[in-house]
């Protein structure tokens, strides 16, 4: 009796786990290798007939239709699309859709944006999978996850706590839902946690690593060769800073470093 109590016990927490399992990144979608290059756009909408001079570009998922997501695949880009999976958006269509118990505090320095308690996320998922639906049915290639690096804020901060392993579980959930829609998914920021989301995750994007000393916190990605997109900004770093000692050091790590403006607008300068 006691072995069949136990064989119940395991099945039952392996069903409640089976969410936040790790996830293979084993298939047939875009994976972007070392040094491909990268653009981060995130006006919205942007205009018709925008070019772009990098073979991926990254844009507002909410923003821009179909039509254009098109337009610059038959320019030969691949197309991620940004969505916020840590944060609520009050401009954003399904802002309503979000419960009460799951929203906390506003995110400092964005106006009508607060955080989303990930540690229980079952509330989540109808509202996310809705969301990489849209994101599937406009024809993106990928997604980028925003605001996933919520163990990087306090709980003072948040209103709730959230701990590494929230993260990474959440993660997870957000990669195999990704995958089986056919869609890249890459880890944003978080890079104190690469080591244990390499393997789930199929590029990494972060933001000011080298204007904060932590670009080399990614560098396993490099050793999975998968790609490393670092964006520097420019209220951090100027122009002659970025040429003259962020590009040997990301040329050196096979990072592909960009330096925008910090509204992510067309502005970009690349390593020369």
């Keep these: 009796m006691m072995k069949l109590y136990a064989l119940l016990f395991l099945s039952i927490f392996a069903w409640s786990c089976a969410d936040e399992a790790p996830v293979s990144t084993e298939g047939n979608w875009y ?90 996320f079952e509330l989540l998922k109808p509202i996310m999978r809705a969301r990489f639906d849209m994101i599937k049915q406009k024809g993106f290639d990928g997604i980028e996850p925003d605001n996933i690096d919520l163990n990087s804020w306090t709980t003072a901060e948040l209103g709730f706590e959230i701990t590494d392993a929230d993260v990474i579980n959440y993660s997870h959930w ?45 560098a396993t990605y490099i050793s999975h060769n998968k790609a490393v997109f670092a964006t520097e900004y420019t209220d951090e770093t100027t122009s002659s800073q970025f040429q003259t000692n962020v590009c040997p050091s990301a040329a050196t790590l096979q990072y592909t470093a960009i330096l925008k403006n910090r509204d992510l607008d067309g502005f970009i300068e690349t390593c020369n």
């Design 174 to 218: 957000l990669a195999q839902e990704a995958h089986q829609r056919g869609l890249s998914i890459g880890q944003k920021n978080a890079s104190d946690l690469s080591d244990d989301l390499v393997d789930t995750f199929d590029w990494i994007l972060l933001e000011d690593a080298f204007a904060y000393g932590f670009q080399n916190e990614a």
């Design 31 to 120: 994976k972007p290798t070392p040094m491909t290059t990268f653009d981060w756009d995130l006006r919205g909408p942007i205009p018709a007939g925008t070019t772009y001079q990098s073979s991926i570009v990254d844009i507002d998922a909410f923003e821009n239709d179909a039509s254009f997501v098109a337009s610059l695949q038959a320019q030969g880009k691949k197309v991620f699309a940004y969505v916020s999976v840590g944060s609520v958006e009050d401009w954003r269509p399904d802002a309503g859709d979000f419960p009460n118990t799951v929203i906390g505090n506003d995110y400092p320095g964005w106006s009508g944006e607060k955080f989303l308690d990930i540690h229980n």
